[in-house]
């Protein structure tokens, strides 16, 4: 009997807000706010990496004031 492994995320729900920051701490989106719901953080995470491929992103959950563990900080590469 084999048992494969997969790896997976997280089930998340509550609302989350993300910010990116370069390498010498500046916030890359000042002046976009940027939030998701549940799991849908994993798709804001891709999107900004994409868009800032060498960003730490903060995930902060929005109900607790606090950042989301195991996800944040996220080193974008």
Known sequence: MA???LPACMTLSGNYQAFAFD???NQLNENV???ASGSGIYT???SVCHTYPEATL???DLDTGKELDGESPYHCH
Do not use: P
Request: charged content about 20%; hydrophobic content about 60%; cysteine-free.
């Open 23 to 25: 390498a010498e701490g």
């Open 3 to 5: 048992v494969i492994l």
């Open 33 to 35: 706010i940027l939030t």
């Open 44 to 46: 804001l995470r891709n």
């Open 58 to 60: 903060r995930i902060i």
